[in-house]
């Protein structure tokens, strides 16, 4: 069964950075087209960022040129760079896996197709 931990929030102040962690099990993140996805207070769960078993990434258009997704197929791991933080940035991320990956899929972050959810981490970006 797929299990995936996230790591890495934390508070930061605006203008900073911070490096999310998620550990998949064995073989995810390479077979798997991963995802970030983010959820603040009375807002729907959204996508953030993708990356294909590839390595063919997409990026909202919120994040795109400060956020960078990436990840070591060895360690099953995937990471999201956030630089350049903003208070709009704060949210819970969420990584999650789709299992059956393709690349049109894997580009539209659809919730539904990702069928994977690791338990959060929480960022949260101060003025």
Known sequence: HVQLVESGG???QAGGSLRLSCAASRSTATAASMGWF????GKEREGVASIASSGTTTYADSVKGRFTISKDNAKSTVYL???SL?????A???CAADPLPSAWRCRLMARSNFKHWGQ???VTVSS
């Open 38 to 41: 983010r959820q603040a207070p």
């Open 10 to 12: 934390g508070s930061v």
């Open 120 to 122: 959060g981490t929480q």
């Open 81 to 83: 760079q956030t630089n």
């Open 86 to 90: 903003r208070p709009e940035d704060t």
């Open 92 to 94: 819970t991320y969420f």
